[in-house]
């Protein structure tokens, strides 16, 4: 049985134009011990997954349908209480932009000793400090900067701080939202081998939230594309990166710039950002999407299969179309 | 030897400037450590130009650009804009300088005011430096955000930043450099949080803005890929001293400081 399973999960925001949609009718589940990214536009719902799942979403905000089944128990419906019990213990977020996140004021060490003493109020001081060492070692931080102020670190060691943070209490989900945006090129390549490291020793399973597709590619198996609220494509790394199906997934790869990419590349045009308000069900791309049909703007996609791993949300015609016209 | 006369005058220039910060170690002892963020930096950036800056975390890019926005003065040395040293600009001179020169900050998490609602955010400069009426301002905040593809703009007007994506977040700090028409920007790695469809739309709309306002840009980044795309030159900043420069095809291609050529090496590709 999957460790997570999400079954058409939808949540809205509350603003003052209307009920704004931001994930929409999504599914999809993950292994123990997996790796799943989510890559997709800026502003397409991928943090509003991970804060569902961390039952931290904002008052405005509300799961309005769906389930999500962790370890066979439905965290849909848990309250506060419960979930004060569930966080950090069973699923841990890195938040996006957490270098900030960081009480200034606190001594590192402090601030993850506080973190394993609110999940674990019988595990000793001494036990604490092991534990507190033996993380920190992990994310390859001297034992001599564990008293530091986090100002004192530098971008990457904040971040390292972070993840050995969202360790602390052997957590088996762990969900990271752009852990690596704010870094460098060196510094992003270190935290993505530990984050691959812990996934492989400690068996925990990874949800990965990027918008850059080569970091998703680097350190995912799975691969779930997302475009206005909706996940548009699915399959495992080298189906979805090697054999894209979906019009926009074929977008997203064309915009990749690369070291080798001429100063020609084909640039797309401005998209008109998808109106999560008005949404009507049909396809949120059919705007956007050079291989539109009639039928994407009367009729709502569908899951085409591809292989029992690899599926798009689309028209078959459409997609035929696309592959003739490339 | 280039006859001086003949040469352009630079929109932005920087001479032998150096940044250092220090700090106390503590409140009672009295010794104190520095932290040299730049060391006798040199850079011309031309009218109409890209220019990149590339380089490590820490090794002081973004010093580098709140210089030449005169969020701080330089420790020695001396920055330039169109010829015009800067050290002593007050008042409106100064106001006038910082209508010209923008910048967008690498953190739009930090940057944006949370008090302010996207369309005062975008109209606040155009309020202070008492450009056009009310009916006016609005228009340009809707083309603005329309330019920065934030559209329909209506539905972004009224929000908060906390009511928007990060990426999201950042297209506003990018509309509200460019409201004014500035001359010349600094960019601090203002797409590491957008993803590749809308940078790659941002470094077209930068080009094309360079092209229609002959606008200068420093466009601070680690991603050489981006950098290749849009800049004419670039320059390698490796703990705050400068250790490349050239053009930008030449020093991708024949790197000479082994910090460049590990930042090509460690370049993000899809090998899995
Ligand atoms: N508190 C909120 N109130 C209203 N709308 C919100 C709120 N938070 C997010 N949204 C909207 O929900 C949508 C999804 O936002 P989300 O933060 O999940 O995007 P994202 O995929 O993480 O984007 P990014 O890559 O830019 O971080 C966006 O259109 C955003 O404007
Ligand atoms: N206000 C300050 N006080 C003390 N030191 C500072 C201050 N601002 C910057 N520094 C130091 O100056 C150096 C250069 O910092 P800067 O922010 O310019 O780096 P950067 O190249 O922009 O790095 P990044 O890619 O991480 O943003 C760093 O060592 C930093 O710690
Ligand atoms: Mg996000
Ligand atoms: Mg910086």
Known sequence: MALLNVENLTVGYKTKTGLLKAVNDISFSIEQGRSLGFVGESGCGKTTIGMTLMGLLPENASILQGDIYFNGSNLAGLNDKQWRDFRGREISMIFQAAMNAMNPVIRVDEQIIEAIETHNPEMSKTDINEKVKTLFNMVDIPKDRLKDYPHQYSGGMKQRAIIAMALACNPRLIIADEPTTALDVIVQDQILKEIKKIQKELNTSVVFISHDIAVVADVCEDICVMYGGQIVEKGKREEVFKCPLHPYTKTLLASYLSLDSDANIKVPEIQKAPDLITFNGKCCFAGSCNCCTAKCKSHSPGWVNMSETHQAFCFEDTLKKDNNGR | ?272
């Open chain 2, 1 to 272: 030897m280039e006859d001086k006369e003949k040469r352009p005058i630079p929109v932005m220039e920087l001479k032998g400037v150096t940044k250092e910060y220090c700090l106390r170690d503590s409140f009672f002892s009295r010794g104190s450590t520095c932290v040299i963020a730049m060391n006798n930096v040199n850079l011309a950036i031309q009218k109409g130009e890209i220019f990149g800056l590339v380089g490590q975390s820490g090794s002081g890019k973004t010093t580098t650009g709140r210089l030449m926005v005169k969020l701080e003065n330089p420790s020695k040395g001396v920055i330039k804009l169109n010829g015009e040293p800067l050290s002593n600009i007050q008042g409106k001179a100064l106001k006038s300088y910082r209508s010209k020169v923008q910048m967008i900050f690498q953190d739009p998490y930090q940057s944006l005011n949370p008090h302010l609602s996207i369309s005062e955010t975008i109209l606040e400069p155009l309020i202070v430096n008492k450009i056009g009426d009310a009916h006016s301002r609005e228009q340009k905040v809707i083309n603005t955000l329309d330019i920065v593809g934030l559209a329909p703009a209506r539905e972004y007007y009224n929000r908060y930043p906390h009511q928007l994506s990060g990426g999201q977040r950042q297209r506003v700090a990018i509309a509200r450099a460019i409201v004014l028409d500035p001359e010349f920007i600094v960019a601090d790695e203002p797409t590491s949080m957008l993803d590749a469809t809308i940078a790659i739309q941002l470094f077209k709309l930068l080009k094309q803005i360079r092209k229609k306002y002959n606008m200068a840009f420093l466009f601070i980044t680690h991603n050489l890929a981006a950098a290749k795309y849009l800049c004419d030159r670039i320059a390698v900043i490796h703990n705050g001293v400068i250790v490349e420069t050239g053009s930008t095809n030449v020093v991708i291609r024949y790197p000479q400081h082994p910090y460049t050529k590990k930042l090509i090496e460690t370049h993000p590709g899809f090998n899995f």
